[in-house]
T-cell receptor, first 110, second 114 residues
Framework: DTAVSQTPKYLVTQMGNDKSIKCEQNLGHDTMYWYKQDSKKFLKIMFSYNNKELIINETVPNRFSPKSPDKAHLNLHINSLELGDSAVYFC?????????FGQGTRLTVV | AQSVTQLGSHVSVSEGALVLLRCNYSSSVPPYLFWYVQYPNQGLQLLLKYTSAATLVKGINGFEAEFKKSETSFHLTKPSAHMSDAAEYFCAVSDGDSSYKLIFGSGTRLLVRP
């Protein structure tokens, strides 16, 4: 069983489109995250949810809207995609300090 | 504000040689420290973590790291490199607040020569 699973693994889309990435964890964790890894492999936190409540929004453009229907799911919707949004997006969950990561979604905006 | 510095974007060792990947952190509170490994086109896998218990932490795949408060360091070592250790390694810090968000270093690519 995959602990943190995200879909799709690859996403290629045109500028201006709207797309969503889904994430599910079966670890029973209360906290979930979205991280972005850029082309230079740098990882940065985007959002964090604790028990469906947003607790971190790291000055991400409001074209990015996370949604947590329940504490096992954290989806990321992106409106009006731009070339600069191309990156690998990682979902993660944690109970306390130890975070478990999904396999990533490679988003390519053309 | 917390930050993590990884010295050396690339480290190259021969198979069987000592691996040393450097990590220094800054934190205003006692930190939680982590090393993650990322294989190509994969997610991040936790190698080991320091959460204010023993300062010498043993992890998976023969890796270990020592927390040195006086040097604000958390260097990763492995006595003998294996070809399968070739990957990207990330050091990360968390201040243990309610979010436990991770602040990552810029990563070190480990190359293992036959």
């Amino acid at each position: 069983d995959t602990a943190v699973s995200q879909t799709p693994k690859y996403l290629v889309t045109q500028m201006g489109n709207d797309k969503s990435i889904k994430c599910e964890q079966n670890l029973g964790h209360d906290t979930m995250y979205w991280y972005k890894q850029d082309s230079k492999k740098f990882l940065k936190i985007m959002f964090s949810y604790n028990n469906k409540e947003l607790i971190i929004n790291e000055t991400v453009p409001n074209r990015f809207s996370p949604k947590s229907p329940d504490k096992a799911h954290l989806n990321l919707h992106i409106n009006s995609l731009e070339l600069g949004d191309s990156a690998v997006y990682f979902c993660a969950s944690s109970l306390k300090a130890e975070a478990f990561f999904g396999q990533g979604t490679r988003l390519t905006v053309v | 504000a917390q930050s993590v510095t990884q010295l050396g974007s690339h480290v190259s060792v021969s198979e069987g040689a000592l691996v040393l990947l450097r990590c220094n952190y800054s934190s205003s509170v006692p930190p939680y420290l982590f090393w993650y490994v990322q294989y190509p086109n994969q997610g991040l896998q936790l190698l080991l973590k320091y959460t204010s218990a023993a300062t010498l932490v043993k992890g998976i795949n023969g890796f270990e790291a020592e927390f040195k408060k006086s040097e604000t360091s958390f260097h990763l070592t492995k006595p003998s490199a294996h070809m399968s250790d070739a990957a990207e390694y990330f050091c990360a810090v968390s201040d243990g607040d309610s979010s436990y968000k991770l602040i990552f270093g810029s990563g070190t690519r480990l190359l293992v020569r036959p």
